[in-house]
Each structure stands twice: as structure tokens, then as C-alpha cells.
């Protein structure tokens, strides 16, 4: 079964969205069609390069083919065509959080003023400390070279790194996320509802939920459920507050780490995560694993969605990953899939952790089916360059606590 990546999809809007003008929404989708040049243009060419050229210039230098993802970057580095890739995927990353800023600092004390007002009408909890020690893995740093990070304020009350997250995120993925930025939510949701169909968990928890994109499908798709997400940001707690209440659901945010996240013992039936573990560290990666453990009832079950380990891939497409590490400033992106996952699962008291893939919706949705006939399919591919997610499908760590 073959299934291309159709982007048919537009950024749904909502209250605290930043509205851009014409000429602001042209200069942002300029930034999302260089992207997808990029990826789709530029990226498939240097399979051909290394193979043609790169690989036999490693070759006569070493004595030796290139063995793993560091001697294929060591032969790719040096060549024109991997330099004007690198460089133009470099430009177009800070070109699209550019695009957005300008609409951010013109609607900024509209968007602070209309998110104070959502958030004060929802009964769901919004809980920010201004003296909360925010770790030094997303401060030191702006993670996917987004200005401010995450955590990065600029006014009493602000959200505008929450804005230009959830604005940016859509071009960066060029909307391959769906019109919600929630398909990685809604993917582990659909695969819950798949495989558990009798699942039927009362408290979950989103840990570094940014501006709960990937939260929301989990209060949509177990309605009955208390729903909570919790990030170390201010801005990005406001924010996904204040878009949750603006969408019409009641889910409480929460300032907080995944390291410690100061809920009781036992307290969730569901924990999960989208993409968190290879933007925090060694340290911490262990730690989550952990509290996870502790925080949840016996039976209940832990979640990690992110892109597969390298061991799960051949070397040339850890190279083609591995360039988050170097170029996009993600300096644990290598090295979180580099570790032992499972055995950190298992040290942390779960005994058979295990790996699987959620299948994107919203490439199930774009090959019409309804029924996830496609999803075997989906969870079947491999990494293709130019693809979004490897494969078409979101990498999941599995793991129950016992009864």
C-alpha cells in the first residue's frame, strides 16, 4: 500500500492565535514552502551525493567505507551540495520564527489582555510561579533557534513565545501536523483506542505539553477524564490555557517538571509525552522515567512519543536526523537516541517497556480511512527523506506499571 505525504492542511484559527496580515501571512507562507523545498527539494539529493561522491572520498582518505552516522557526516561536511543544504534549511529555520514575530509584537497586548480573559472564565486550573527554577536544558538555550525559547517573557502575564511557538510549529512542520498541531496527540490517541479499546483512564497527564497542542486529543478522545498538562515555561502554560479555554475545553495547565512533578503517589491512570524526552538530558531523561513510575496507579500506563532510537534506523538516516543536533540546536537529540530507553524503563520499575508506532493521522486521514485500514500499512514504512516523521508514523515508548 502506497501512501504519498498530501499537506491539504491550513492552521485552524482560534482566539489567541496571532492574526496575521496579508503581508505577513505571505512572508510566513514563503517560510513553510522553503521548507518543504528543503525538504522534499534539497534533502533527497544527498543520498545520490554520498553514494556518487562523498562515500568513495571517505574511502581513499580512511582505507575504509564509512561505517556509522559520524563517518558518513565526517564525508558529507566537506561537499558544496551538503553545504548548500545545510545552510538553506539553517536560513529557512530562522527565517520562519521571523516571519511570525512581527504579527506577535504588533497584536501582543491584545493577545496578553484576550488570554487573561479566557483563562479567568475556565474553571480549569492555571497554576505559574514566577520564582519556578526552570531547568538549565531549556534556558541555556533556544531550542529549534526560536527566539526566547520557551521560556522567554517580555511582558506581566505574557504568552508571546507560546504564540510564536504554535504559529511557528505549523510552518516548521509545514502543516503536517493537522490544522490543530495536534497530530501527535491525536496519533497516540488513535492508537490507544485501537489497541486498548477498553482503556478507559480517569486522570492523564501531558508532560511538557508547550501550548497543549498535543493535550487536547486526550480530553477529546476520553471526555469523561481529568486532563492536565504540565511545562516548565510560564508562557507556554498561559498560553495553552488560555487556548484550550478559547476551544471549549476545560483542561488545567500547570507549571511544573517532569522531573518532580509534585502530584501524589499513584495519582494517573495515563501519563504521556510528545517529543519531550530529546529536549531535556542524561540527567533528566532517567528522572522522568521515574516520577512516571511513581506518579502513576498500578495498571497504569506511561507514553513517549518521539522519532525512533538510531538502532531502530540504518546509519544514513541517523545522519539525515542527526542534523537537529548540529544545525537546529537540539544538543541532546543525538544523544537521547544513543540511550537504552527500555533499559532505563526497566530501571525505573516497569518490566516489559517495548516500542511501537502510531501511525500519523493525518496521513490516515488523507488516505480517507476511516477505518484505519491503512494504519498496518503506515506502521509498516520506513524512513524516506523528505518525510515529515520517519516512516509516516510517531516512535512510542510502552510501558505499564504492575498491578
Avoid at 271 to 278: A, E, G, N, P, R
Wanted: hydrophobic fraction near 40%; include cysteine; charged fraction near 20%.
Amino acid at each position: 500500500m502506497s501512501i504519498e505525504m498530501v499537506n491539504i492542511f491550513q492552521q485552524a484559527e482560534h482566539p489567541v492565535l496571532p492574526r496575521p496580515t496579508h503581508d505577513e501571512r505571505a512572508r510566513q507562507d514563503f517560510a513553510k514552502a522553503m521548507k518543504g523545498f528543503v525538504q522534499q527539494g534539497l534533502l533527497p539529493g544527498l543520498a545520490g551525493v554520498f553514494q556518487g561522491r562523498a562515500a568513495h572520498v571517505f574511502a581513499k582518505a580512511h582505507g575504509r567505507p564509512p561505517a556509522d552516522r559520524h563517518d558518513i557526516r565526517r564525508a558529507m561536511v566537506a561537499d558544496p551540495y551538503f553545504q548548500h543544504y545545510a545552510a538553506t534549511n539553517r536560513i529557512a529555520q530562522e527565517l520562519l520564527w521571523d516571519s511570525v514575530i512581527d504579527t506577535i509584537e504588533r497584536e501582543l497586548p491584545e493577545l496578553n489582555a484576550r488570554a487573561a480573559e479566557l483563562s479567568a472564565a475556565s474553571r480549569a486550573p492555571l497554576e505559574t510561579d514566577p520564582d519556578f527554577p526552570t531547568p538549565r536544558y531549556v534556558t541555556a538555550i533556544d531550542i529549534h533557534c526560536m527566539p526566547g525559547g520557551y521560556a522567554g517573557e517580555v511582558a506581566p502575564g505574557d504568552i508571546s513565545t507560546g504564540a510564536l511557538y504554535d504559529r511557528g510549529v505549523y510552518l516548521y512542520a509545514m502543516g503536517y501536523m493537522g490544522p490543530m498541531n495536534d497530530d501527535m496527540g491525536r496519533s497516540v490517541v488513535n492508537w490507544l483506542k485501537r489497541n486498548l479499546p477498553d482503556f478507559a483512564p480517569e486522570r492523564i497527564l501531558d508532560m511538557g505539553c508547550t501550548v497543549g497542542h498535543s493535550t487536547l486529543p486526550y480530553k477529546e478522545g476520553f471526555p469523561g477524564a481529568e486532563v492536565t498538562g504540565i511545562d516548565v515555561a510560564a508562557p507556554q502554560v498561559r498560553y495553552a490555557h488560555a487556548r484550550a479555554a478559547g476551544l471549549g475545553l476545560e483542561v488545567g495547565f500547570l507549571q511544573r517538571n517532569a522531573e518532580a512533578t509534585g502530584f501524589p503517589d499513584a495519582h494517573f491512570d495515563l501519563v504521556v509525552s510528545h517529543i519531550l524526552l530529546h529536549e531535556t538530558s542524561g540527567k533528566a531523561m532517567p528522572a522522568i522515567f521515574r516520577e512516571c513510575f511513581r506518579i502513576l496507579k498500578p495498571g497504569g500506563i506511561m507514553i513517549h512519543a518521539d522519532l525512533p532510537p538510531f538502532d531502530r534506523m540504518d546509519p544514513f538516516a541517523q545522519f539525515i536526523l542527526d542534523n537537529e543536533t548540529w544545525y537546529n540546536n537540539e544538543p541532546f537529540w543525538g544523544a537521547m537516541r544513543e540511550l537504552d530507553q527500555l533499559a532505563l524503563a526497566r530501571a525505573a520499575g516497569f518490566p516489559e517497556p517495548r516500542f511501537d508506532t502510531a501511525p500519523m493521522a493525518v496521513m490516515e486521514f488523507a488516505a480517507q480511512s476511516a477505518d484505519y485500514a491503512g494504519a498496518e500499512a503506515l506502521a509498516e514504512r520506513e524512513f524516506t527523506a523528505g518525510e515529515y516523521a520517519p516512516g509516516g508514523g510517531w516512535e512510542i515508548l510502552f510501558a505499564r506499571k504492575p498491578q
